[in-house]
Nanobody, 115 residues
Framework: QVQLVESGGGLVQAGGSLRLSCAAS????????MGWYRQAPGKQRALVAV???????NYADFVKGRFTISRDNAKNTVYLQMNSLKPEDTAIYYC?????????WGQGTQVTVSS
C-alpha cells in the first residue's frame, strides 16, 4: 500500500490561511480518488474535499469558496489550500487515497483556528 504523510497544519487566527500537503510514497497516477477529511473532537470524520483521477473535484458545503484542493502528479502530492479559516475548522485533517484495490489514510495533521 502507498504511505501518506500530511504536513502543514498548525495554529492560525480566524481569517488566516494554511496550506496542507499530502505526500504519497509512490505514484498517485492510478488512484481513483484522493482527498481530505477532518475530524473534530466529539464528531465523526467528514469529507472536506476530494479530487478524482479524471480531475473532477467535490467540496463539502462548509468549505466551498474557502478551500481549494489540487494535485501535483510529478510530486505525488495533493494540497489543500485553506483560506478564511474559522474556529469551527479546528480539527485533525486526514489525507485519504482510494485505489481499485485498497484505501490508505495518513496519520493526520492538527489544524487549530483561534477566534
Amino acid at each position: 500500500q502507498v504511505q501518506l504523510v500530511e504536513s502543514g497544519g498548525g495554529l492560525v487566527q480566524a481569517g488566516g490561511s494554511l496550506r496542507l500537503s499530502c505526500a504519497a510514497s509512490r505514484s498517485i497516477f492510478s488512484f481513483k480518488t484522493m482527498g481530505w477529511y477532518r475530524q473534530a473532537p466529539g464528531k465523526q470524520r467528514a469529507l472536506v474535499a476530494v479530487i478524482a483521477s479524471g480531475g473532477r473535484i467535490n467540496y463539502a458545503d462548509f468549505v466551498k469558496g474557502r478551500f481549494t484542493i489540487s494535485r501535483d502528479n510529478a510530486k505525488n502530492t495533493v494540497y489543500l489550500q485553506m483560506n478564511s479559516l474559522k474556529p469551527e475548522d479546528t480539527a485533525i485533517y486526514y489525507c485519504n487515497l482510494i485505489t481499485e484495490f485498497y484505501v490508505s489514510w495518513g496519520q493526520g495533521t492538527q489544524v487549530t483556528v483561534s477566534s
